[in-house]
């Protein structure tokens, strides 16, 4: 069964140095998006990204924040100094399209550190 | 701006138990609402979906039911099983993005 894959699993960083996690959604998905969860909290909605540009982003997504659609298949959420409250899981979704029957599908998720 | 809210927080049954978890949220205006069950430390895996236009959805074991105009959502799980034991979440999708509960961290005691 197809499946969103994410790399890497954990990544570990020092405050003020950039990360880029990657994300391969499923292929023939044509929405893919960004959410976080911080440690304990809600999972929050980042960025959605539909024909290689930014279709809806949330507050959280400041200019620290971007994505990238690099080639074919990845899909990539990069920050360029990170902070202590970057610290969190980032999952990356896909879907086949915005219709209502469509479900959005996650990866396993990337836990960053910032230390 | 939309808020869901899950309860109860957490909730532990004996196994063989059929059970309800809420989700509510306040705005109506959605696309849909999708049902997922988080491991510990794990991603989130999609459970059932239902269409802002539909009332139930069933899948196996699982049950959910809508009522748009109330705000309201419920997971119904039937004959619960200890590898049932995981948190639910309920998000729901507006028009510009999706929006999650805290979730219901479910124990199914042996």
């Known amino acids: 069964e197809p499946e969103v894959t994410q790399t890497p699993s954990h990544q570990v960083t020092q405050m003020g140095q950039e990360v880029i996690l990657r994300c391969v959604p499923i292929s023939n998905h044509l929405y893919f998006y960004w959410y976080r969860q911080i440690l304990g909290q809600k999972v929050e909605f980042l960025v959605s990204?539909?024909?290689?540009?930014?279709?809806?982003k949330s507050e959280i997504f400041d200019d620290q924040f971007s994505v990238e659609r690099p080639d074919g298949s990845n899909f990539t959420l990069k920050i360029r100094s990170t902070k202590l409250e970057d610290s969190a899981m980032y999952f990356c979704?896909?879907?086949?399209?915005?219709?209502?029957?469509?479900?959005?599908?996650f990866g396993p998720g990337t836990r960053l550190t910032v230390l | 701006k939309q808020e869901v809210t899950q309860i109860p927080a957490a909730l532990s049954v004996p196994e063989g138990e059929n059970l309800v978890l809420n989700c509510s949220f306040t705005d109506s205006a959605i696309y849909n609402l999708q049902w997922f069950r988080q491991d510990p430390g794990k991603g989130l895996t999609s459970l059932l979906l239902i269409q802002s236009s539909q009332r139930e959805q069933t899948s196996g074991r699982l049950n959910a039911s809508l009522d748009k105009s109330s705000g309201r959502s419920t997971l119904y799980i039937a004959a619960s099983q200890p590898g049932d034991s995981a948190t639910y979440l309920c998000a729901v999708r507006g028009n510009n993005d999706m929006r999650f509960g805290a979730g219901t961290r479910l124990t199914v005691k042996p």
């Open positions: 979704a896909s879907s086949e399209s915005w219709r209502e029957a469509d479900e959005q599908f």
């Open positions: 990204f539909y024909n290689n540009e930014i279709s809806e």
